[in-house]
Structure formats: structure tokens, C-alpha cells
């Protein structure tokens, strides 16, 4: 379990310039909190997430369990 560490979520959407890219700074506490700020940022394809954190914290979201 990891303890609050601060992620790095990076977004995009096929095809460019149809949605956004951002990188955000997110304090990741929970898989819920963070589907659901996801969701209330109309990001729904998990496939094009990428979370980035610290030390051995790093991995694409499973689309599966979105």
C-alpha cells in the first residue's frame, strides 16, 4: 500500500487536438478518489492515462478496474 505519495497524471486523447494534454500533480490517497476526480474531468479511457509517482510507483491505470 502506498502512503499518499504525489503522482504525476499525465492525460491525452486520440485524435490530437480533440481533447487536451495536461500533466497534473495529485495526491494519490485512494483508486476511487482518483477515478472519480478522472471522471469529473471527462477522462474516461483509461488507456490513455499514465500515472507516474515516486521511486517504484510507476504504472499505466488498469483499465479494468475503472
Wanted: with cysteine; net charge positive; aromatic share 20%.
Amino acid at each position: 500500500m502506498y502512503m499518499n505519495p504525489t503522482v504525476k497524471i499525465y492525460t491525452f486523447c486520440r485524435p490530437p487536438g480533440s481533447f487536451y494534454n495536461k500533466i497534473i500533480d495529485f495526491v494519490y490517497h485512494d483508486r476511487i478518489l482518483l477515478y472519480s476526480w478522472l471522471a469529473h474531468h471527462h477522462i474516461f479511457q483509461m488507456h490513455d492515462v499514465f500515472v507516474v509517482g515516486k521511486q517504484d510507483f510507476r504504472r499505466s491505470l488498469d483499465h479494468s478496474n475503472f
